[in-house]
C-alpha cells in the first residue's frame, strides 16, 4: 500500500513538473506574440480631373507635376503595407498597384520585364534605444510630401517633390542625439534605382532633424550622369495654433549648372473635425533647360497654388481641388488651342484608407 502511494506521489510531480514547463512555454510564446506583430494596412484612390482653361481630350494637357495626371474618371493605386515588428528588429513590404504606383517606381524594373510593384521593401535593425540601422528600398526623406495620398493633404503633387528623389536604396542609421535632435547617414544607389546598381555610382546622404524641422542632402554622381548631383532640402511646419498648421518646404538641386530650386508654404486650416481646406503656394524654376515645366527655354520658372477641401467619412477621404499653374513661358494651351503660359484644372478624389 505505501509503495503504491509513493507511486502515485511520483506521478503527480512528474505531471505537475510537465504542467508547469508547457505553462512557461506557452507564456513565453504569448510574450514573443506581443513584441513581434503583423499588421496590414494600405489604401485605394481614384479621381475626376478635368482642364478649365484647356481642352479635355486626348492632348492631355494637365500640369506638370507627377500624379493625378489623367482625364476625366482615372485611377490612383491600391496601396498594400505589410509591417512586422519585433523587439529589435522587423521589415516592411509596401506593394503599389495601378497608375500612381507605376509612375512611383518609373526607375523599375531593370532586371526583368515583369513590372515592379514594389514601393518600398526595407529590414531594420534597433541596434539601441538611440540608433536604428535600415537596409533595403525605402521613400525619400527629402521633400513635404510623399507617395501615399494619404499622407499629403493635397492630392496633386508640387514641382519640387515630382522631380526630387522618390526612392532610395541602400543603408541608412538613424541617431536619436537627444529629445529634440535626430542624424541620418546613409549610403546609397542612384536615385529611385529601386532594384540594384548598374554602374557602382553611389549617393551619400543625410539627414539633421531639431523639434520636427528637417535639413536634408544628397550628393553622388547618379546613372547616366557625369557630374556629381548635389541637393539641399529644408522640410518642416509649424502648429500656429490648434486649428492652423503652417508646412514649409525649400530645395535646390545641382548637377554642373543645370537643375532646379523652389519654395513653398502649405497652411492648413481645420474647420471641424470632418472638414479642413490647405492651400499651397510654390515658386519652382530652373537652372539652365532642366526640362521639368516642359518650356524647352532655359531657366524657366512656374507658380503654381492649389487650393484643397478635406472631408473624412470614417476611413475615406474627399478631397475636391482647383489648381492654377502660370509658367514664365508658353508651356500650355488654351481652349483655342493657342499657347498660353497658364492652366487652370479642377479635380475630386476620393481616399480610403484601411
Request: aromatic letters at 14%; zero cysteines.
Amino acid at each position: 500500500m505505501k509503495k503504491i502511494n509513493v507511486a502515485n506521489i511520483v506521478k503527480k510531480s512528474i505531471f505537475l513538473a510537465l504542467a508547469l514547463a508547457s505553462a512557461n512555454i506557452f507564456a513565453q510564446d504569448a510574450d514573443s506574440l506581443k513584441t513581434k506583430k503583423l499588421s496590414i494596412s494600405g489604401s485605394v484612390d481614384a479621381y475626376y480631373r478635368a482642364n478649365i482653361t484647356a481642352p479635355n481630350n486626348e492632348m492631355m494637357v494637365a500640369p506638370g507635376s507627377s500624379f493625378a495626371n489623367l482625364p476625366g474618371f482615372a485611377l490612383g493605386m491600391a496601396n498594400l503595407v505589410a509591417s512586422y515588428d519585433g523587439e529589435k528588429t522587423g521589415f516592411v513590404a509596401d506593394l503599389v498597384f495601378g497608375p500612381r504606383g507605376t509612375d512611383a517606381v518609373f526607375a523599375s524594373p531593370m532586371y526583368s520585364n515583369t513590372g515592379d510593384i514594389i514601393n518600398q521593401l526595407y529590414m531594420y535593425w534597433n541596434l539601441s534605444e538611440s540608433v536604428t540601422l535600415t537596409f533595403g528600398n525605402f521613400n525619400t526623406f527629402l521633400g513635404y510630401e510623399v507617395i501615399s495620398p494619404v499622407a499629403n493633404f493635397n492630392y496633386s503633387t508640387s514641382y519640387m517633390f515630382s522631380y526630387g528623389p522618390f526612392s532610395h536604396t541602400g543603408v541608412k542609421a538613424d541617431f536619436a542625439l537627444s529629445d529634440d535632435f535626430s542624424l541620418m547617414l546613409g549610403v546609397l544607389n542612384s536615385t529611385d534605382l529601386t532594384e540594384f546598381n548598374p554602374d557602382g555610382k553611389y549617393t551619400l546622404g543625410a539627414q539633421l532633424g531639431y523639434k520636427g524641422q528637417f535639413l536634408n542632402f544628397i550628393y553622388g554622381t547618379q546613372t547616366g550622369l557625369y557630374e556629381p548631383t548635389m541637393q539641399i532640402d529644408y522640410t518642416g511646419g509649424f502648429d500656429v495654433s490648434d486649428t492652423f498648421f503652417l508646412g514649409i518646404n525649400a530645395t535646390y538641386n545641382d548637377t554642373d549648372g543645370v537643375g532646379f530650386y523652389g519654395a513653398a508654404l502649405y497652411p492648413q486650416y481645420t474647420l471641424s473635425d470632418s472638414f479642413a481646406l490647405g492651400l499651397r503656394g510654390e515658386y519652382f524654376a530652373e537652372n539652365g533647360d532642366f526640362g521639368a515645366i516642359g518650356t524647352g527655354v532655359e531657366d524657366s520658372s512656374v507658380m503654381a497654388v492649389t487650393l484643397t477641401g478635406s472631408y473624412t467619412v470614417e476611413d475615406l477621404i474627399i478631397k475636391p481641388e482647383v489648381r492654377l499653374d502660370s509658367t514664365s513661358e508658353e508651356a500650355f494651351i488654351d481652349n483655342d488651342l493657342m499657347p498660353s503660359k497658364s492652366l487652370a484644372s479642377f479635380l475630386i478624389a476620393f481616399v480610403y484608407s484601411f
